[in-house]
């Protein structure tokens, strides 16, 4: 079993807010990230696929096939966005990092040809990152 | 929904190399210039990662204000600009960063905010260690 990682890079907008709770109660809770008019990261997503290396095409996947779909699922969606605005499952979860984990596997789950996917690391800056492994507790 | 959060944390510390049990020149000879007298320092970089349930509401695994007011308080404060050997924990073990990532690691254990899974310190940008307990 091989483990293959792919990165890519997006910068958006987002800010932290339930629509619950009172303004006090949410500048409490998240502190700066609350602020309505937004504010930016530029986030590097990590695609780890598993499986079998080809014998024959050296592959575990073909990492050109990789990249475009991480491109037309993710970048595509993300980048240059406002995440609470645009992106349409932040409609309903806050884009933390966190999320933004489990989003990109959402959108990726089902998609990676010949391979599994095993991880997704999202970092919101160089300190911060959060991994998902598709575990559902 | 369970997920894994990494916060990094930076201090500056001196330490040397040197264990009671040797002679001095076994010392060197097994720390070579680490066993320097003077000692010496390096910035640590140190990772945590915790896990747990992303809460439906904040979508956090815990908040990262109190992870890192845990880390100042119970981390920075207690290491950053000291020499590590003349800790408390470090009187009676080498202070090695295989035995700074065992007690980083007892200390985060006690954050109430979220499961402790592994610490991983950077000593140089060529040397790193990991220590997720024993369990």
């Not at chain 2, 979220?114 to 990991?130: K, P, V, W």
């Amino acid at each position: 079993m091989i483990f293959l990682t792919r990165k890519a890079e997006f910068s958006s907008a987002h800010f932290y807010w339930v629509d619950d709770w009172s303004e006090d109660e949410n500048l409490k809770v998240f502190g700066k990230c609350a602020n309505r008019n937004g504010h930016g990261h530029n986030y590097t997503v990590e695609v780890t696929v598993a499986g079998e290396v080809d014998p024959v095409s050296g592959f575990v996947v073909d990492l050109k096939q990789l990249k475009d779909i991480l491109e037309h699922e993710v970048i595509r969606v993300y980048d240059h966005r406002h995440l609470n605005l645009e992106v349409p499952e932040f409609r309903e979860s806050i884009p933390t990092t966190e999320n933004i984990a489990i989003a990109i596997w959402n959108r990726l789950a089902d998609k990676i040809p010949n391979a599994r996917l095993h991880r997704v690391r999202v970092y919101e800056m160089p300190d911060l990152f959060a991994d998902f492994y598709g575990e559902q507790e | 929904m369970k997920a894994y959060l990494s916060r990094r944390y930076h201090f500056s510390a001196s330490h040397r190399l040197n264990s009671p049990a040797y002679a001095e020149e076994r010392n060197r000879e097994v720390y070579g210039k680490c066993n320097n007298p003077h000692g010496h320092g390096h910035n640590y970089t140190v990772e945590v990662t915790v896990s747990g349930r992303v809460d439906p509401v904040t979508g956090m695994v815990c908040n990262l204000a109190d992870l890192d007011a845990f880390a100042q308080k119970n981390l920075l404060e207690r290491f950053d600009h000291t020499n590590l050997n003349e800790l408390e924990c470090f009187a009676y073990r080498v202070s090695t960063t295989e035995n700074l990532s065992i007690e980083v690691y007892r200390i985060f254990a006690g954050f109430p905010g979220a499961h402790l899974e592994r610490i991983h310190i950077e000593e140089t940008g060529n040397n790193s260690f990991d220590y997720a307990g024993d369990g």
